[in-house]
Structure formats: structure tokens, C-alpha cells
């Protein structure tokens, strides 16, 4: 069933356009992350949906409602803010109850919600604290807190942990799935962190310059990139310039080396490249995969894992491989045999 | 030679890591001598470098201040008494306060209003940037702009032959009965520049723009994502300043507004040169005390005016109190 | 980025707090035009500028308000240096020093000068040589908030330690450390309090006109008792050299000094 839908929405400050076409539909429930590098539409377009840009072109409906030009106090939807944004004149409490209390909820309701939803967010005892008494991380559970208070039908979620450090970080990211999931809110989340938006999600938007570029599961967008720009935004990932010999089996040819695509579309001419993770490469040769030679280059170590830097046929090529008890790390300028399963590489056009 | 060594060996004491570099280019110059720079090493050779500033002060400001309020608690032959406070009892004196804080408090609240709509305007309204940037250079410069100049610019705008007042008597009609009505002539109603409604508007001049300058940073760090937190909360334009940018403001404010009573309470040369000093503020009065002993005790003379500091004192304060209220709750 | 409506509130505002700005300006300027009957002339300052007495008030003021500033960076400059090299723990003491001159109203800090320094011990007041060595040390404290304050903020933006040690290791011994170091790294701070104390000294009628030295300020505020047109001129002449000082400050400083407390 369909809860959020936007079509054909369009975002233009003066001549600049700054959002082109977004079309998206989003069932009751599901956790959507809108992923991108700054600048690329992201929060503009989540902007729109609180109601605080109005789209130069396009809808949004939320169950069947358009709320394309609603003003932003009347759309009951939740937003928590990347600099949380608490009322520095309110306790706790009351930034908890503020939405409540603009309902005109009665006063016993709105004290049972506020403590309800302290509970949630496990800080009962911060309850009379005035934000400056407060981490960053208790702020933005206060911010959390206080956006799921007036049980929105939506809540947006604007890049709301990169202003804290790392641990932190890691432990909210967890508290708002559960918390999410607990209350099967339809979220939209806005970040640049692809570990974020691969872990939370249960489907990922990429946008780049306003457009989108893909929209999937984590394991789609991981897996099978669409484009260039979502291969080399997701993750690390080898791209090697190959020629084609056989359109029809995927066979192409690096130097005087040849290889096999585990997966490639219509091949209409137009320069191609091989796209491999680094993780799916292992040292030595095999017969059934794809076999490479080529000079160490660097040997980078990184704790759980080493990064080896190779050069193939003038082209760099990076692998990790695990930091077992067993590994022998090779030396620079080493020649090197590696190999990769069919299956795990493909063919990709090279964007202009 | 020798002085620059010390002071390298100064410099190896407070900073040990550095030395090893200076000692090479120390080379030539005689072992540093441990001994006789020992003293130096004393907490208090570290302030010796205040004395003269200290010197300064204590001379031209403690010791004078000090000297009045000394002053008002002996009697003649220097034995201490409290008898002078009686100089509050004294209606004339009791009037100067009155009249003193009575302009003070119009002005500040005036000022202080007129002030915060216009930097309101500033930072929130979204002027064009030349408007913006015209109304902060004219504020520095206004606020700091007073004493005789300004009152001859008033009576020359506002004064019976001024300017504006020449326009408004000229706005006229003709009545029912044939006659000539000329309703907006000031004067007519019982305006005049040299009362306490003119110091007012003069003392106005300087005292918006002070409120402008002061209160301008706290509406910038108004942020606007309080205002959108409100708004997705559902809270109207009028429910976001009634229950988030006013709270927020009002240490600001109040403490803006003090700041200006202070400024008001303590201004001489406006009132002197507008109305001769027939207003009877406290400071024409002090002035007069000054010029020859109204009061007749010297040292009540003193009392009343020692009166003035404590009334400064508890604005200034009250002032920084509110200042640290204000940026306790910005730094969120 | 975002085109904003024009809020026409805000407009109105503005266009108030412009007209409360210009008009004073605007109806002194007229009047002090209009000293000839029907005619728009100059003559009220060419009386100005031909009363001897003008110029003696204006060389006077201006002469003060040099030495006062020289006094000021003589007595500042070293002392903050210093304080913020040894003994940062004196600022909350220097704090409530510097704001001192605004708590204490100057017509009652002149009554404390004029009982302290009229009588022996230290009498001042009996040769004019004297009463303006105090004059000055007044107006040094009268300004001191502003002085103090540039050269703090200033000094605050340099790393004044390193920079210190950075000359020493070069060789320098204190005094060309502040001469050469941290003087030329305080032209600006140093500026814009010079200008705000010679616009506060330019304009002082109190000091001058209680311990009677020729000063600017009780001559104009003579003139305004007697004539009509000439004390305008003058207002206008008076509001021209604040305000060119000032402006100066406002390009110098970018507004930054001018938003502190300002008092009279």
C-alpha cells in the first residue's frame, strides 16, 4: 500500500535546479534513506516533504491526500534536525510536549505521551533538564523524542547524527531502528553515510546533482550499481577499461589478458568497463575464475583486513584480503597472480 | 649581549622543550647564571609589568572615587557618620532621582522598543543588504553621538523655528466658519522641545541605536530551525514567538534595556545643552552642586552623588546577569 | 540562495529608524543655511570659522585628543601584552577596571576629580599646564573602555606567547618584541580605539567645562546660549568630524569594536 508518494517533483531556486523529476512511492512502514554527496537534492527534496520548500513542479501525497502546498504546522509529519534544534528556553518535558500542547491536548494526555515517549528513548530522569544540560547524542534522543511525539504519519530524519562522534553515532543508529521498527513508522532518511544508509535501510535512494540515480535494497545498490556514479559513491570498487571480444558470452580482454563477465547488457559499442569489489578478489590463480597478473604496488594495513595495491596492464587494481594468522603479505613490486569468481564481476558503460 | 641571554635563559625556564636549539646559539655567551634569576621566579615578579597601569588607575580613578565616597560619610571635622544620607529626605534631591529615573525608564523602554522592531527588521525581515548595512553604520555612529551637537540638532528640527516644526504648521485648512485651521502646529498642543517629553525624543536619538547594536546578535542567533522545529510541530508564527523567539529573547532584551536606562541615567551634556538645566536630573543637579555647594553640606553633595554609582552599579549587574543567562541558552 | 519576499514590515521599520537618523541632520543642516533672510548662504560659517575662539577650541580639543590617544597606547598596549603573556589570571580584575568609567557617571567621576586634585596634596588645578595633565588623565579613563577593549579583542587574535617566543629565539628583546612583533600586528585594534577615544575627547563638554579649559564642546555649548545659526553650523561641523572618525572606525574595525557598550 502505498503512504508517501512523490511525482515528478521539480525544485528550482532562481535558475539554479536543484531537484529534477524525483518520483518516488513509499509503503506504510518502510525505512527509506535518501543517500548522496552534499549538494545532491537530498534534503532539499526532504525539505519539501515537511513542507518547508514548496516544489516548483510535481505532487506529494501522503494516503491519497495531496499535501503539495499544505503549510508545514498542518501536515503531521516529524522531523528531527541534524543540530537537533531543541527549544534552549523548555525542559525536556516540555520540547516533548510542545506538539501536544499546540493540539491542545489536555494536560494529563499530554503528560502520560511525554512520559511515554521518555521512556523510549530511556531518559526518564533527564525529564526537568534544560537542553545545554544535555550531550549532543541526549539532545538529538530529545529531538527523536519530541518528533514522535504527535504520532506523525511520516518521520523525516535530517542527517541527525553527523554532528556527533563516532561511538555515539553507532549506538543511535541502532536506537532509531529499533525505535522505528517498535512503532512501524514510514521514515525518510537523509544522510551521506553510505554505512549508515546500508545498514539502516530497507531501501536506499541515490541522488546525485539533483537527479535520482537509483533507488533499491542496500543489497541491490551494493551489488548491482546502476550506474558508475552509484558504484563509486557505495563502496570501494575496481573499474577496469576492457575491450570486448565476444558481445554474446561477455568475454573481453585486458592487455594481452583475457577475462569473463559474470554479467553485462546490451554491449551497443560504447567504451566499457569491468567492475569488481576489491573483496571479491583473492590471491593466486584458479582455473574456472578470473585469473590476473600483476606488480605489487602498496601494501596497505588496515587492522581486520589488507588492502594490496596492484598494477595490471598500466591500470590499478585494489583487494582486500583477511588478516588471518596464515597470511604471507607480499612484497612491493612483487609480480602477483589473483583471481575473482565469474559470478562477482560485470560489465559497466562508462559514464561520461 | 647579557640581557638578551637572560632573557633566552628566562625563556628556557618557562619553556623547556625549546631549549635545546637556543643552546647552541647560546654558545658563545657566558653560562646562564641560575642563581640570581632564582627571584624572578616568584608569582608575584609576574605582575609587575601592571604596575604602572595600576599605578594609573589607582591614582585617577580609585583614589577619586574613593574621595567621594569617603566624603559622604563624614562629617566636617572627618568623623564618620551617616547623617548626609539624610540628603535623600531632601525634596529637591528626591525630585532629581525621580525625574532622572523617570526619563532613564521612558527612554530605555522607547528606546528599547523602537530599537527592537528595528533590528527585528534588520536581521529577521530580509531587507535589501544596502539597507541593512546603512541602518548598522548609522546605529554605531548615532549611538555614540550626543551632548551639545545633538541637542542643537534638535532644536533646530524640532525647535519652535525648526524645521519640521515650520512643515507641520504649514499643513492647514480652511474651517467650516472661513478661518484658517492649522491643527498639527506642535506648540499648539502643549509641545515644547525643552520639557521632559523633548529630552526624551533627543535622548531617544542615541539610545534606539544602542538597542540596535546590542540586541542585533541575539536576534541573529535566533535559529531557523527552532522556527521550523515549531512549525512541524505545529506551532503558528504567532505560537513560535509567543512560546520560543520572545522566551528566548527576553534576557536580551531585559538586559539591552537595562543598558539603556544606564546610558540615559548617566547622560549630562544632552540635557545641560537642551534645556539649560532647568530638567532637574540628577546629573544637572550634581552639576550644580559642583559649580557652587547648593546644598549647602558639600558632603550631601557627595551622598547623592555616590547615589548615582550604586544605581549604575546594580544596572551594570543586572546587566551581566542577564548576559549570561542569554548566552547560556544560545550555546545550544 | 533562496529569493525572499520583501517584508514590507521590516521596510517600515527601517524607513522610520532612517528618518529619525537624517532628519535631526537634515533640519540642522537646513538652518544653519538659512542665516540670511530668503537666501541659502554660508554665512554662519564663515562667523564660525572667523571666531578665534573656534579655532582655539578646536586646536585645543584636538591636541588633547592626540595626547590622550598617545597616553592611552603608552599605558594599554604594554599592560595587556603583559597580561596576556604572564598573568592571564588578572583579567576578571582588569575586567571590572575597564568597565568602571561606565558605571561611574562622569559628571560624578569629575566631582570626584575636581575634590581630589583641587586641594593639596596633589593640587592640579591651579596652573593650566596641570589642570590639562588632568584633563588628560581623565579623558584616558573616559576612553579607556573603548582603548581597552580594541587592543584586548586584537590581542586575543594573535597567539601573543608564540609569537613572543618565535621573536626571542629570533633575538629580540621585549621591547622590540612589542615594537616590531606586536604593535604592527595591532594597527587595526589600535586604530579603531584611537579613533573612538578622539571622537569621545572631540565631543567632552563635562571635563572641559568643569575644570574651564578652552575646549570644543563648552564653547559651542556658550555659542548656543547667545546665537541661533551659529551653533547649528557648528553641530554640523561637530556631527562631520564624529562622524568621520567614526566611519573611520566602522571600515577599520568592519563594525566589530562598535558593537560593544557605548556610553556618554
Known amino acids: ?352 | 649581549m647579557g640581557r638578551f641571554s637572560s632573557i633566552r635563559v628566562l625563556l628556557c625556564f618557562a619553556v623547556p622543550p625549546r631549549c635545546k636549539g637556543t643552546n647552541v646559539a647560546m654558545s658563545t655567551s657566558p653560562p646562564p647564571r641560575y642563581r640570581n634569576n632564582a627571584w624572578r621566579e616568584h608569582p608575584l615578579w609576574n605582575w609587575v609589568g601592571l604596575v604602572p597601569f595600576f599605578l594609573f588607575i589607582f591614582l585617577f580613578l580609585i583614589i577619586p572615587s574613593l574621595n567621594l565616597f569617603t566624603g559622604a560619610f563624614v562629617t566636617n571635622k572627618g568623623l564618620f557618620t551617616l547623617e548626609n544620607l539624610s540628603v535623600f529626605r531632601n525634596p529637591l534631591v528626591l525630585k532629581a532621582y525621580m525625574t532622572s529615573l523617570q526619563v532613564s525608564l521612558l527612554t530605555a523602554v522607547i528606546g528599547g522598543l523602537f530599537g527592537f522592531f528595528v533590528a527585528a527588521a534588520v536581521a529577521l525581515g530580509h531587507p535589501p543588504r544596502w539597507m541593512r548595512s546603512l541602518i548598522m553604520t548609522f546605529s554605531g555612529l548615532a549611538a555614540n553621538f550626543g551632548g551639545v551637537p545633538l541637542a542643537f540638532a534638535f532644536i533646530a528640527t524640532l525647535g519652535r523655528t525648526g524645521f519640521v516644526t515650520a512643515l507641520l504648521k504649514e499643513v492647514c485648512f480652511a474651517g467650516p466658519d472661513g478661518t484658517q485651521i492649522c491643527p498639527f502646529n506642535p506648540y499648539d498642543h502643549g509641545f515644547s522641545l525643552y520639557s521632559l517629553t523633548g529630552l526624551v525624543l533627543a535622548y531617544t536619538y542615541f539610545q534606539f541605536p544602542l538597542m540596535v547594536l546590542t540586541i542585533t546578535p541575539a536576534l541573529e542567533g535566533m535559529r531557523k530551525e527552532w522556527r521550523e522545529a515549531a512549525a512541524n510541530l505545529g506551532a503558528s508564527t504567532w505560537q513560535y514567538w509567543r512560546d520560543i523567539a520572545l522566551p528566548v529573547l527576553t534576557p536580551s532584551i531585559l538586559g539591552a534595556s537595562i543598558l539603556l536606562f544606564g546610558n540615559a541615567f548617566g547622560a549630562y551634556a544632552t540635557a545641560q545643552a537642551l534645556t539649560g538645566g532647568s530638567i532637574p536630573l540628577v546629573t544637572i543637579f550634581v552639576g550644580q552642586q559642583i559649580r557652587g555647594d547648593v546644598l549647602g553640606n558639600p558632603h550631601e553633595g557627595y551622598a547623592m552623588a555616590i547615589g548615582m554609582v550604586v544605581v549604575m552599579a546594580i544596572t551594570i549587574v543586572a546587566y551581566s546577569m542577564l548576559q549570561r543567562q542569554a548566552s547560556r541558552w544560545m550555546k545550544v | 540562495m533562496k529569493a525572499q519576499p520583501i517584508n514590507w514590515w521590516a521596510i517600515f521599520w527601517i524607513v522610520l529608524a532612517a528618518l529619525y537618523f537624517f532628519l535631526p541632520m537634515y533640519g540642522t543642516l537646513d538652518f544653519s543655511l538659512r542665516m540670511e533672510r530668503n537666501t541659502i548662504s554660508l554665512k554662519a560659517y564663515e562667523i564660525v570659522f572667523a571666531d578665534p575662539r573656534f579655532w582655539q577650541g578646536f586646536r585645543y580639543s584636538t591636541l588633547m585628543a592626540l595626547i590622550t590617544i598617545i597616553v592611552s597606547i603608552i599605558l594599554f598596549v604594554p599592560t595587556v601584552y603583559w597580561m596576556y603573556l604572564k598573568v592571564p589570571q588578572a583579567r576578571p580584575i582588569m575586567e571590572i577596571i575597564t568597565i568602571l568609567p561606565f558605571v561611574i557617571p562622569t559628571i560624578v567621576y569629575v566631582f570626584g576629580l575636581i575634590r581630589t586634585f583641587s586641594r593639596p596634596p596633589f593640587q592640579l588645578t591651579l596652573h593650566a599646564l596641570t589642570t590639562d595633565m588632568l584633563i588628560v588623565a581623565g579623558y584616558v579613563v573616559i576612553s579607556m573602555p573603548f582603548m581597552f577593549r580594541a587592543i584586548d579583542v586584537g590581542m586575543r587574535a594573535l597567539d601573543v606567547r608564540t609569537l613572543t617566543e618565535a621573536a626571542q629565539s629570533l633575538g629580540s628583546n621585549w621591547f622590540q618584541v612589542l615594537v616590531y612583533v606586536i604593535v604592527p600586528n595591532l594597527r587595526v585594534a589600535i586604530l579603531s580605539g584611537a579613533l573612538i577615544s578622539f571622537a569621545t575627547v572631540m565631543g567632552e563638554l563635562i571635563l572641559a567645562s568643569f575644570l574651564v579649559r578652552p575646549a570644543l564642546a563648552p564653547y559651542m555649548a556658550l555659542l548656543g546660549l547667545t546665537k541661533a545659526y551659529e551653533p547649528a553650523a557648528l553641530a554640523i561641523i561637530s556631527y562631520a568630524l564624529t562622524w568621520v572618525s567614526l566611519g573611520l572606525l566602522q571600515l577599520v574595525s568592519r563594525g566589530g569594536t562598535t558593537r560593544q557598550l557605548t556610553g556618554r
Open chain 1, 1 to 352: 500500500m502505498t503512504h508517501l508518494e512523490l511525482s515528478h517533483i521539480r525544485k528550482a531556486f532562481g535558475p539554479a535546479v536543484v531537484v529534477e523529476d524525483f518520483n518516488l512511492a513509499v509503503t506504510q512502514g518502510e525505512f527509506i534513506s535518501f543517500l548522496g554527496p552534499s549538494g545532491c537534492g537530498k534534503t532539499t527534496t526532504l525539505r519539501m516533504i515537511a513542507g518547508f520548500e514548496l516544489p516548483t513542479a510535481g505532487t506529494i501525497t501522503i494516503d491519497s491526500t495531496d499535501l503539495t502546498n499544505t503549510p508545514p504546522n498542518k501536515r503531521n509529519v516529524g522531523m528531527v534536525f541534524q543540530s537537533y534544534a531543541l527549544f534552549p528556553n523548555m525542559t525536556v518535558a516540555h520540547n516533548v510536549g510542545y506538539g501536544l500542547k499546540i493540539t491542545s491536548k489536555s494536560k494529563t494526555e499530554m503528560m502520560q505521551r511525554v512520559h511515554e515517549m521518555l521512556a523510549l528513548i530511556q531518559m526518564e530522569e533527564f525529564a526537568q533538564r534544560y537542553p545545554f544540560q544535555l550531550s549532543g547524542g541526549q539532545q538529538q534522543r530529545v529531538a527523536l523524542a519530541r518528533a514522535l511525539a504527535i504520532r506523525p504519519k511520516l518521520l523525516l530524519l535530517d542527517e541527525p547524527l553527523s554532528a556527533l562522534d563516532a561511538k555515539i553515532r553507532l549506538e543511535l543508529r541502532h536506537e532509531i531502528r529499533r525505535i522505528q521498527r517498535q512503532l512501524g513508522l514510514t521514515t525518510i532518511y537523509v544522510t551521506h553515510d553510505q554505512e549508515e544508509a546500508l545498514s539502516l535501510s530497507d531501501r536506499i535512494v541515490v541522488m546525485s546533482k539533483g537527479k535520482i540515480e537509483q533507488v533499491g535494497t542496500p543489497t541491490e545498490i551494493y551489488n548491482a550499481p546502476a550506474t558508475e556514479f552509484v558504484a563509486r559513491f557505495v563502496g570501494h570498487i575496481n573499474l577496469l577499461p576492457v575491450t570486448v571480444l565476444n558481445p554474446a558470452n561477455g568475454v573481453v580482454s585486458l592487455g594481452r589478458q583475457t577475462l569473463r563477465a559474470g554479467r553485462f547488457g546490451q554491449l551497443n559499442g560504447r567504451p566499457v568497463q569491468l567492475a569488481v569489489r576489491p573483496e571479491e578478489i583473492n590471491l593466486g590463480a584458479k582455473p574456472d575464475a578470473n585469473t590476473l597478473n600483476g606488480e605489487v604496488e602498496s601494501v596497505t594495513y588496515l587492522g581486520s583486513i589488507v588492502r594490496i595495491g596492484l598494477r595490471i596492464e598500466h591500470h590499478p587494481l585494489s583487494l582486500d584480503v583477511f588478516n588471518e594468522h596464515t597470511l604471507k603479505l607480499p612484497r612491493i613490486s612483487e609480480t602477483l597472480a589473483i583471481h575473482f569468481p565469474v559470478d562477482a564481476c560485470w560489465l559497466m558503460e562508462k559514464s561520461d
